[in-house]
């Protein structure tokens, strides 16, 4: 079951908002969540809120450039889980290939309220 919220549906909003992250649009993709929205990412401090995810999206991420190419969206009502590759730039210039794990859980409005990402790394 894919929510439908407005002429959008959940899915089609969260392929939006990689679109937006590969092209640099910080403001875009921080409207894409509410303003109290909580972005969980291994390596940082949970983000909450706009201003938060201006700076980690402005500046204090990692990654100066790339493409997410997502394989698989799954959406259930408000949650939609989304897995794929990403292939990029990191600030240092390092070249870097990942795949990333994605489930977000969207508002009544169509926007994010909670974001949580995992990274496939060999850590065992």
Known sequence: MTATLGTATATDIVLHYYELV???DVTGLVNLFTPEAT???PGYEPMVGHAALER????ERIIRSGRHTVTTVV??????AVNGNFDGELLDGREVHLRFADFFLMSGD???TRRDTFFFAPLV
Do not use: I, L
């Open 56 to 59: 980690f999206y402005g500046g």
């Open 22 to 24: 590969d092209a640099g």
């Open 110 to 112: 169509g926007r994010f």
């Open 39 to 41: 972005y969980c990412r």
């Open 75 to 80: 959406a259930h009502g408000e949650q939609v």
